[in-house]
């Protein structure tokens, strides 16, 4: 699917005054936007569709309808179309819902415009997960399928190996791992009723109208060559490897070679016609690489004695313990290739929800949610998006008090194949769970961290620009840390005049931690410095309360608030505690 954010060819087509102001309020916010002209707007559509990578016409449906209607060729090249109405309240996601990004498009425009996006792709409107939409290829009988898992009826699940899938709903059924599936399918869980089938493979199995292929990222091909290789000597060789091996080329991840091929004009056209990445290593760690064929004459030409079948086996983590050499060096006159497979890898995102309301929650955020098939958090905080999470998503939650048994589960379920997000409040590396987390994550799994918005900034938001200098944030809970270290932290920000956030203030148990803290930065401030406390930030129940560090009490302060004490340039401004930066105001 593109990246509509980065996307360079958006145009955009107007038949009036009202919808030409519509595109100039798109192309004046995003610079990959164009009004595309013509002489009439039939000519202006027809050269976008064949220019841009997606459309979005200010034209009435229906017309848009009949003037591509004999352009149509197929989903996976067509470029996305979106249409909006004169008055800009509806931005329909009319072509290219999923494979070209139509459905995303639709919703950026609607936001852009304040427009009702409309997507009527049948997954989406039921909260499943496309098969298109999974990132990875997918090929056969996609539209039955998927019409059978919206349906309800059986579809059985066979994979070769346990790849970190989305949630799916209940209808669809895992089957034992079988390793590899059969390449002629007959024993690949096939039924006698001809049921519906999903399989997850690199390998080439026969396709028909009841089986759709996802193809996972498993095979990495290692490359070397001479000097000046034809790029066609490299893809006819590859192509050639990877069909007598009965592999699909569309679950390549990777080619791999030496770093003195990283310029290879041949290996990189290859690459690049394939759609992946080209990794290259260093002769030293190809050579450590123990191999079945390894070669004098190579080493004495590039420093190893394989790089093919080494650098198939590193792949892109550096990991050979995790890959399986399937296809030992093959070559031709000028070109040499490897195949291997890699095992999957769980995948393991942290993600911080924000400080409580769904409308600061990220965008990145929900799609991580809606990636996982396991999300492991504080029960208090799944509350929040249990109407994000997919049908079928494993739901393990915990109390207060839990940290270190969420994060462990975490890590556990990822390291079994899945892929699990962990959530918690505000960002997850500020006071939450992706230290705890990341301290069990090794490199069998992949991690991906997705920043939320901190309590400190929504804090900071509603208070005015407290944060608008230098500030250091310090948690006053001692139950992980010693009082004599936080001490020692409160009284050098002091001594710096650092604006002061404070997480974990007080509560029942710990009542005195507060004040022992404002009265180590009375020391250091004026009196009248302003303090700001924010309890409940964006959610019910908020509540702003500015007071001085002389006068603060307390008790007005809970384990929901945030206390924000200024430096001693900090002042306040119509209401609002505003620490200025030097700029030319502040002289």
């Known amino acids: 699917m593109p990246d509509l954010t980065v996307t360079p060819r958006i145009g955009l087509v107007a038949a009036t005054a009202a919808g030409r102001r519509h595109a100039h309020t798109v192309v004046a916010a995003w610079p990959h936007a164009r009004l595309v002209e013509g002489e009439s707007a039939t000519d202006a559509l027809r050269t976008a569709w064949a220019q841009c990578d997606a459309v979005v016409a200010f034209l009435a449906t229906g017309a848009v309808v009949r003037i591509l209607a004999p352009l149509l060729a197929d989903k996976r090249s067509d470029p996305a179309v979106v249409v909006v109405d004169e008055a800009a309240r509806h931005a329909v996601a009319l072509l290219g819902g999923h494979a070209g990004g139509g459905n995303d498009l639709a919703e950026q425009v609607g936001?852009?415009?304040?427009?009702?996006?409309?997507?009527?792709?049948?997954?989406?409107?039921?909260?499943?997960?496309?098969?298109?939409?999974?990132?990875?290829?997918?090929?056969?009988?996609?539209a039955a399928v998927s019409r059978a898992i919206l349906d309800g009826e059986p579809v059985q699940l066979i994979a070769d190996a346990h790849w970190p899938l989305p949630a799916l709903p209940p209808n669809v059924h895992p089957q034992p791992i079988a390793t590899?599936?059969?390449?002629?399918?007959?024993?690949?869980?096939?039924?006698?009723?001809?049921?519906?089938?999903?399989?997850?493979?690199?390998?080439?199995?026969?396709?028909?109208?009841?089986?759709?292929?996802?193809?996972?990222?498993?095979?990495?091909?290692?490359?070397?060559?001479?000097?000046?290789?034809?790029?066609?000597?490299?893809?006819?060789?590859?192509?050639?490897?990877?069909?007598?091996?009965?592999?699909?080329?569309?679950?390549?991840?990777?080619?791999?070679s030496a770093d003195v091929k990283a310029d290879e004009a041949g290996i990189l056209s290859t690459a690049?016609?394939?759609?992946?990445?080209?990794?290259?290593?260093?002769?030293?760690?190809?050579?450590?690489?123990?191999?079945?064929?390894?070669?004098?004459?190579?080493?004495?030409?590039?420093?190893?004695?394989?790089?093919?079948?080494?650098?198939?086996?590193?792949?892109?983590?550096?990991?050979?313990?995790?890959?399986?050499?399937?296809?030992?060096?093959?070559?031709?006159?000028?070109?040499?290739?490897?195949?291997?497979?890699?095992a999957p890898r769980g995948r393991l995102a942290v993600v911080g929800l924000g400080p409580g309301a769904a409308d600061l929650r990220t965008p990145r955020a929900v799609a991580e949610l809606r990636r996982a098939a396991v999300v492991v958090g504080l029960d208090q905080y799944l509350d929040q998006v249990r109407d994000v999470l997919r049908p079928g998503t494993r739901v393990l939650s915990s109390g207060l008090g839990a940290e270190e048994a969420r994060a462990r589960a975490a890590v556990a379920e990822a390291v079994a194949g899945r892929a699990v997000a962990l959530i918690g409040s505000g960002d997850a590396?500020?006071?939450?769970?992706a230290s705890p987390a990341l301290e069990y994550a090794d490199e069998r799994i992949d991690v991906v961290g997705v920043p939320g918005v901190t309590a400190a900034l929504a804090a900071g938001a509603l208070l005015g620009a407290p944060l608008g200098h230098d500030h250091a944030y310090v948690s006053l809970s001692d139950l992980h840390t010693p009082w004599e270290v936080i001490e020692r932290r409160v009284t050098a920000a002091a001594e710096g005049d650092f604006v002061t956030v404070f997480y974990n203030p007080r509560s029942r148990a710990r009542d005195w931690q507060l004040g022992k803290a404002l009265g180590i930065l009375a020391a250091h401030?004026?009196?009248?410095?302003?303090?700001?406390?924010?309890?409940?930030a964006s959610r019910p129940g908020e509540r702003v309360h500015l007071d001085t560090v002389a006068?603060?009490?307390?008790?007005?302060?809970?384990?929901?608030?945030?206390?924000?004490?200024?430096?001693?340039?900090?002042?306040?401004?119509?209401?609002?505690?505003?620490?200025?930066?030097?700029?030319?105001?502040?002289?």
């Open 111 to 142: 936001a852009l415009l304040d427009a009702r996006p409309v997507i009527t792709t049948a997954t989406d409107t039921v909260g499943l997960p496309g098969l298109d939409t999974l990132g990875w290829p997918v090929q056969g009988a996609v």
């Open 180 to 256: 590899p599936i059969a390449a002629d399918g007959v024993d690949s869980g096939a039924t006698a009723d001809g049921g519906y089938r999903l399989l997850v493979t690199d390998r080439v199995v026969p396709l028909d109208g009841r089986t759709a292929v996802l193809r996972p990222p498993s095979l990495v091909a290692g490359v070397g060559a001479s000097r000046g290789v034809p790029a066609a000597e490299v893809a006819e060789l590859l192509r050639r490897v990877l069909a007598e091996a009965g592999l699909d080329p569309a679950s390549l991840r990777c080619l791999a």
């Open 272 to 342: 690049d016609a394939l759609g992946v990445p080209l990794v290259t290593w260093p002769a030293t760690r190809l050579a450590a690489v123990d191999v079945p064929h390894p070669s004098e004459v190579v080493r004495a030409a590039v420093g190893t004695p394989s790089v093919a079948e080494a650098a198939a086996l590193l792949g892109p983590a550096g990991r050979p313990a995790d890959a399986t050499l399937l296809v030992g060096k093959t070559a031709t006159a000028m070109a040499t290739v490897a195949v291997a497979r890699h």
């Open 429 to 433: 590396g500020v006071y939450a769970m």
């Open 525 to 536: 401030r004026p009196p009248d410095t302003p303090v700001g406390v924010v309890r409940n």
């Open 551 to 587: 006068t603060l009490d307390p008790a007005v302060v809970d384990m929901y608030s945030v206390v924000v004490v200024g430096s001693s340039d900090t002042r306040l401004v119509a209401g609002r505690m505003v620490t200025p930066r030097g700029y030319r105001w502040r002289s």
